[in-house]
């Protein structure tokens, strides 16, 4: 599992197009850490290791599916640790997507994605820090959702209001998809 993920987030690092400063950064950051196919991609690894998840928008591109995470005390979308059952990113961003809020997506046609980099704080326990990738994905916001155990709430939000208990990267992250969304036609 481990070298066909590492090899795959090694690609997707090597083939974004950044559009701003900050994935340039960010692009550089994992280039640095997912130099070969041996980069951290589970929990095992390390403390800092990759994480997928999925940035889900409705079909109107107006609102975000977020979920008040427990450790953390913010809302944010979807997503954790990558695991042995995993095929590709994508497979474990979607399988975060079900256990976190008990809906299904779609990913954009296009696959199109973000590369965030965040530190954690001591809540996380062993975990330092991860290296996201977010994949977007269409879904729609009439579906029923559930709570996991890891979240408090689970919430579709205005792209332009988000919650004042979002990490501060959660909004450029979400300006940078949907540009991504928006240009794809």
């Given amino acids: 599992m481990s070298r066909m993920l590492s090899t795959e987030v090694q690609r997707l690092v090597a083939e974004l197009v950044p559009q701003s400063d900050r994935e340039r950064e960010m692009q ?24 997928a998840s999925s940035v889900v928008f409705d079909e109107t591109l107006t609102r975000t599916l977020l979920v008040f995470h427990g450790k953390g005390r913010f809302w944010v979308q ?10 590709s990113v994508t497979d474990a961003a979607l ?4 256990e976190e809020t008990g809906i ?25 820090s991860h290296f996201d990738i977010g994949v977007a994905m269409i879904a729609d916001p009439e579906l029923a959702l559930t709570v996991s155990d890891e979240s408090a709430d689970v919430r579709w939000w205005p792209v332009d209001a988000l919650p004042a208990e979002a990490p501060e990267q959660l909004a450029p ?10 240009a794809r036609g």
Wanted: with cysteine; proline share 7%.
């Fill in 28 to 51: 550089a950051d994992f280039a640095d850490t997912f130099g070969d196919d041996s980069g951290p991609v589970s929990r095992e690894s390390g403390p800092h290791h990759a994480t």
């Fill in 78 to 87: 979807p997503g954790g640790h990558m695991e042995d059952g995993d095929a």
């Fill in 104 to 128: 299904a997506a779609v990913p954009t046609t296009p696959l199109l994605y973000d590369l965030d980099h965040h530190a954690l704080s001591s809540r996380f326990g062993r975990c330092a």
């Fill in 95 to 98: 399988r975060e997507l079900r």
């Fill in 173 to 182: 992250r979400l300006r940078g998809l949907l540009e991504r969304l928006q």
